[in-house]
């Protein structure tokens, strides 16, 4: 383990973040850096301006099965808790969670939104503050998206961040997942709006009540969105993590109800609580910082009056754990509203 990396980031880090992930009907090892044809040479002129997501060939589909796929998702999905002030949803492949990320970003307004800030958790390098993008765009298959460089001067100015590297930006999936998803949701307003990404370590307490705190007065415009990228337990000797309440029956049943009851606490928007809970079962919930950020952030504005309420809309895993040599990722989707 890294000097300043999180023991639950870490363990997962170890093994791929879920089963092999299709893409073009050939399987590809999530993590193999498989790049299309002529990534390189691009990139080295666009190094600190353009940034094409280079798990384009592994994640995801590509073009116009893409397009198709994401579609079909959101229309099978109601907007029951628009518009979103903020959404947590899952980083895997598109296979596994794409039509559980549906349930969050269909209740995305693109009209009324302008700045999306992406939280995602930092699995490859050991971070124990928060980083930026050093980029100007990111590439998706669908269009660009242009990254607020107005925001993240006030933020740089606040000394709290660090800078990625290309290299970490490349590897990072967690916020490269949800590029696509959200470049679809804010289609019809494509040149309306711009990204901030986040990368977020392996905060103590204290430093999630410090973004939070942060990151608070951003969440209470109603122009923008905040995305919290989080998979749920991941379950399985390859996760070093096989917690089992034999009472809930059958494996999965018990990783239904270990996943529930954190969730039920991020309903409560306690942020004490959830990293209560997080302590007693050591849920590996890669994205728990980000969303300990987001808990903070609402428990600040509730001091000021503002009355917000958030409920999950979608669990799933990426398959049935029966026994010891089974694994399993979860999912869950989201979305926070404000009253």
Same mark, same amino acid.
């Given at each position: 383990?890294?000097?300043?990396?999180?023991?639950?980031?870490?363990?997962?880090?170890?093994?791929?973040?879920?089963?092999?992930?299709?893409?073009?009907?050939?399987?590809?090892?999530?993590?193999?850096?498989?790049?299309?044809?002529?990534?390189?040479?691009?990139?080295?002129?666009?190094?600190?301006?353009? #940034?094409?997501?280079?798990?384009?060939?592994?994640?995801?589909?590509?073009?116009?099965?893409?397009?198709?796929? =994401?579609?079909?998702?959101?229309?099978?999905?109601?907007?029951?808790?628009?518009?979103?002030?903020?959404?947590?949803?899952?980083?895997?492949?598109?296979?596994?969670?794409?039509?559980?990320?549906?349930?969050?970003?269909?209740?995305?307004?693109?009209?009324?939104?302008?700045?999306?800030?992406?939280?995602?958790?930092?699995?490859?390098?050991?971070?124990?503050?928060?980083?930026?993008?050093?980029?100007?765009?990111?590439?998706?298959?669908?269009?660009?998206?242009?990254?607020?460089?107005?925001?993240?001067?006030?933020?740089?100015?606040?000394?709290?961040?660090?800078?990625?590297?290309?290299?970490?930006?490349?590897?990072?999936?967690?916020?490269?997942?949800? =590029?696509?998803?959200?470049?679809?949701?804010?289609?019809?307003?494509?040149?309306?709006?711009?990204?901030?990404?986040?990368?977020?370590?392996?905060?103590?307490? /204290?430093?999630?009540?410090? #973004?939070?705190?942060?990151?608070?007065?951003?969440?209470?415009?109603?122009?923008?969105?905040?995305?919290?990228?989080?998979?749920?337990?991941?379950?399985?000797?390859? #996760?070093?993590?096989?917690?089992?309440?034999?009472?809930?029956?059958? &494996?999965?049943?018990? &990783?239904?109800?270990?996943?529930?009851?954190?969730?039920?606490?991020?309903?409560?928007?306690?942020?004490?609580?959830?990293?209560?809970?997080?302590?007693?079962?050591?849920?590996?919930?890669?994205?728990?910082?980000?969303?300990?950020? =987001?808990?903070?952030?609402?428990?600040?504005?509730?001091?000021?009056?503002?009355?917000?309420? #958030? /409920?999950? =809309?979608?669990?799933?895993?990426?398959?049935?754990?029966?026994?010891?040599?089974?694994?399993?990722?979860?999912?869950?989707?989201?979305?926070?509203?404000?009253?």
């Amino acid at each position: 383990m890294l000097s300043g990396q999180d023991p639950l980031e870490w363990r997962a880090a170890q093994a791929p973040r879920c089963p092999t992930e299709w893409s073009a009907g050939k399987p590809v090892t999530p993590g193999a850096g498989t790049q299309p044809q002529g990534l390189t040479a691009d990139l080295t002129s666009w190094a600190q301006t353009t #940034f094409p997501p280079q798990p384009w060939s592994s994640w995801y589909y590509r073009g116009p099965q893409l397009n198709a796929q =994401l579609e079909g998702w959101l229309s099978q999905v109601q907007s029951t808790k628009r518009p979103a002030r903020a959404i947590i949803a899952p980083h895997a492949g598109y296979t596994y969670c794409g039509s559980c990320a549906a349930h969050a970003y269909k209740q995305v307004d693109p009209s009324i939104t302008r700045r999306i800030f992406i939280l995602g958790p930092s699995h490859h390098v050991p971070l124990s503050r928060c980083a930026l993008s050093s980029v100007d765009i990111y590439r998706t298959p669908l269009y660009d998206l242009r990254i607020d460089q107005k925001i993240y001067g006030e933020l740089w100015k606040t000394g709290m961040f660090e800078r990625m590297s290309l290299q970490t930006d490349e590897d990072e999936h967690s916020i490269e997942m949800h =590029l696509p998803y959200t470049a679809k949701a804010m289609e019809s307003h494509k040149d309306e709006f711009t990204i901030i990404p986040v990368l977020v370590g392996a905060l103590s307490e /204290s430093k999630e009540q410090e #973004f939070g705190k942060l990151f608070s007065k951003y969440l209470a415009d109603p122009s923008n969105l905040f995305v919290v990228s989080s998979d749920f337990c991941h379950w399985g000797q390859r #996760f070093r993590y096989s917690y089992y309440d034999e009472s809930q029956g059958e &494996i999965y049943r018990s &990783i239904e109800h270990l996943d529930k009851m954190g969730m039920s606490i991020i309903e409560q928007l306690d942020p004490v609580s959830f990293s209560n809970y997080l302590k007693k079962y050591h849920n590996t919930i890669c994205g728990r910082h980000p969303i300990g950020v =987001l808990l903070n952030a609402i428990t600040e504005l509730q001091k000021n009056g503002m009355n917000m309420s #958030f /409920s999950f =809309l979608n669990y799933a895993q990426s398959s049935q754990c029966r026994n010891w040599q089974d694994s399993s990722v979860s999912y869950a989707a989201g979305a926070l509203t404000v009253h």
